[in-house]
């Protein structure tokens, strides 16, 4: 069975500078993808970034980033130039092959401006 | 031109009634899902279709019955509503296929109260 930890219950940062969310998986799928969303207070889930496990290469979208250690099965989002508006739950996701998509239990990141 | 929409947004009820929520999408997607996310943020899926036959059912009481009339929208009905059934309930669809198609995306969430 898949499973996700995010450890952070809660992170927070100023704004302008970087912060990195950590999330840890654990799949028997050697073909699966992994996600991150946001939810920020409208309660609507957002997709921030995608990573699929066969690309080496780590995955971008404008300031965020992740971090993909696959034999550490490791899978961590890193928003830079932080602004008030990335304040929100993330959620760290993984879906193998056919199964189910699993979501971690979510970080809730704070914007101090 | 929302992707994923439901309706209602939110939902009051007394305990013991049915209620329904309806969800569409205009995505082309061939996959849908519903999830529901409790007190605690953490969101977990219930059921899933691909063209309108389940593939996903989770360990959920006989109460939720979903139903998909084609594969642009899938609806919850549920019946006997219960105190623990108050939570947010998400729609989500994505296309079958592997690669950028394994994206689910969601739509706005239902909240649903029942005193």
Request: proline share 4%.
């Amino acid at each position: 069975a898949q499973t996700v930890t995010q450890s952070q219950p809660e992170m927070s940062v100023q704004e302008a500078e970087t912060v990195t969310l950590s999330c840890t998986y654990d799949t028997s799928e050697s073909d699966y993808y992994l996600f991150w969303y946001k939810q920020p207070p409208s309660r609507q889930m957002i997709l921030v970034i995608r990573q699929e496990a066969y690309k080496q290469q780590n995955a971008t979208e404008n300031r965020f980033s992740v971090n993909f250690q696959k034999a550490a099965k490791s899978f961590s989002l890193k928003i830079s130039d932080s602004q008030l508006g990335d304040a929100a739950m993330y959620f760290c996701a993984s879906k193998g092959g056919s199964e189910k998509l699993v979501f971690g239990k979510g970080t809730k990141l704070t914007v101090n401006p | 031109d929302t992707a994923v929409s439901q309706t209602p947004k939110y939902l009051v009820t007394q305990m013991g009634n049915d209620k329904s929520i309806k969800c569409e999408q205009n995505l082309g997607h061939d996959t849908m899902y519903w999830y529901k996310q409790d007190s605690k943020k953490f969101l977990k899926i219930m059921f899933s279709y691909n063209n309108k036959e389940l593939i996903i059912n989770e360990t959920v009481p006989n109460r939720f019955s979903p139903k998909s009339p084609d594969k642009a929208h899938l609806n919850l009905h549920i019946n006997s509503l219960e105190l623990g059934d108050s939570a947010v309930y998400f729609c989500a669809s994505s296309q079958f296929g592997g690669g950028d198609k394994e994206t689910q995306y969601f739509g706005p969430g239902t909240r649903l109260l029942v005193l």
